[in-house]
C-alpha cells in the first residue's frame, strides 16, 4: 500500500500541471518527500539544497515519473545572503511570468555548534529564520495570484521567548534553546506574512506554518542534549512518532488542499489547525521580528505599510 504525502493528505486526486513550486530544504528528509509528491501530483518542482548529487537524485525521479512532474536544482547556503538572492533570482527565472504558486520555507537544521555568520548573527537563527525571511521577501512580487506559503515549525517553538537584542550573542549557547527560538520565529513569521498580505496585497496569497512530528532516522535526535536524546529516541518506537513522508503530509495539505485555500496565519500539525504558543500568538512579537529581521538583512521592510497591534485570535 503506498505511503506518499498526498495520500497521508488526502489530496492524491489534485493536479499542478502548470504550476512551479520551490521547495528549500528538498534534497532529504521531510523536504525531499514533499518535492517528490508534488512532481506526482504535476508541478514543476524546483528542489533546493547544498548537496548537489542529492539534488540530482531528487530531479531524476520527479523527472522520471509517470506524471507530468518536471524538476531542476539549485544550490544555496542559507547562511549567506547573496546566496539566497541568487536563489531567488533562479526561481524567479523558473517561474517565468506566471509566478510562483508554491514557496514552502523547509530548509533548516539543529546545529550543535556555537557560531554566527558572517552577518554576525547566532547560525541557527539566521539559517533557520533569517534565511527563509529574506528569500520569502525576494520573491513576494513573484508570487502568484493565490500562491501559498507554507513554512515548516515545530511543537519545540513551546516554552521560549526570542530575545531580539541578543541575537548576536553565542554566550551560554544551548543548541536546544537556539532550535526553540528558531522555530519560535518561524511561526511568529508565517503569522505575520499571513496578516500583512490579508491588509497590504490583494493577490489572495496565504502563508501558515506547521509541526511536521518527530522524525526517527532524520539524525535530530542524535544532536538533543543527554536526557532529550535518549526520551527522543525512544519516541521513535512509539506509534504516534512519523516517517519522513509523514511528516511531509502536512506541508503538502496546506500547499494544496482545498480546504485550507483562504486559510492564513494559522499553525497546524496533523493535517488540523492547532493553536501555538501564547507567546507565538502575541501580535507585537510577530511585528517586532518582522521589523528586527529586516535590520538584520540590511534590507527594505517588506510589505511595510503599519500593521494594527490587535488581532483576532484563531479558533
Known amino acids: 500500500m503506498r505511503n506518499y ?23 532529504s528528509g521531510i523536504g525531499r518527500e514533499a518535492a517528490l509528491s ?8 524546483i528542489v533546493h539544497g547544498r548537496d548537489e548529487e542529492a539534488g540530482a537524485e531528487v530531479v531524476e ?19 549567506d545572503p547573496a546566496e539566497v538572492r541568487a536563489l531567488a533570482d533562479a526561481t524567479r527565472r523558473a517561474a517565468g511570468d506566471d509566478g510562483l504558486d508554491l514557496l514552502l520555507n ?31 521577501a525576494e520573491l513576494l512580487d513573484d508570487l502568484a495570484d493565490d500562491a501559498r506559503v507554507v513554512t515548516t515549525a515545530s511543537e519545540a517553538h513551546r516554552g521560549d521567548q526570542i530575545d ?14 537556539a532550535y526553540q527560538r528558531s522555530k519560535l520565529a518561524n511561526v511568529q513569521f508565517a503569522a505575520e506574512l499571513g496578516r500583512r498580505l490579508r491588509e497590504r496585497d490583494d493577490r489572495g496569497i496565504t502563508s501558515n506554518s506547521f509541526h511536521p512530528g518527530a522524525i526517527p532516522g532524520s539524525g535530530f535526535f542524535r544532536h538533543l542534549p543527554g536526557p532529550l536524546s ?36 494559522r499553525y497546524f500539525a496533523d493535517c488540523r489547525e492547532r493553536k501555538p504558543s501564547t507567546e507565538a500568538q502575541d501580535p507585537r512579537a510577530q511585528r517586532r521580528l518582522w521589523e528586527e529581521s529586516a535590520d538584520l538583512l540590511g534590507m527594505d521592510e517588506p510589505l511595510s505599510a503599519p500593521v494594527a497591534d490587535e488581532v483576532e485570535p484563531t479558533d
Do not use: C, M
Not at 495520500?7 to 528538498?26: C, H, P, Q, W
Not at 525521479?61 to 547562511?79: L, N, Q, S, Y
Not at 523547509?106 to 534565511?131: K, Q, S
Open 230 to 265: 535518549g526520551a527522543a529516541s525512544a519516541l521513535g518506537r512509539l506509534p504516534f512518532a512519523t516517517t519522513p513522508a509523514e511528516g511531509a503530509a502536512t506541508a503538502v495539505y496546506l500547499a494544496v488542499a482545498d480546504e485550507v485555500a483562504d486559510a492564513t496565519g
Open 61 to 79: 525521479e520527479i523527472d522520471a515519473g509517470v506524471k507530468e512532474g518536471t524538476a531542476e536544482f539549485v544550490a544555496a547556503d542559507f547562511a
Open 106 to 136: 523547509n530548509a533548516g537544521g539543529y546545529f550543535r555548534e556555537a557560531r554566527r555568520t558572517d552577518l554576525g548573527v547566532e547560525y541557527t537563527f539566521h539559517v533557520n529564520h533569517l534565511a527563509p525571511y529574506q528569500l520569502t
Open 164 to 177: 531580539l537584542d541578543a541575537v548576536d550573542s553565542v554566550d551560554g549557547f544551548s543548541s536546544w534553546r
Open 5 to 27: 504525502p498526498e495520500d497521508i493528505a488526502g489530496v492524491d486526486d489534485e493536479r499542478l500541471v502548470g504550476e512551479t513550486a520551490l521547495v528549500t530544504g528538498s534534497t
Open 38 to 45: 508534488l512532481g506526482r501530483l504535476g508541478a514543476h518542482v
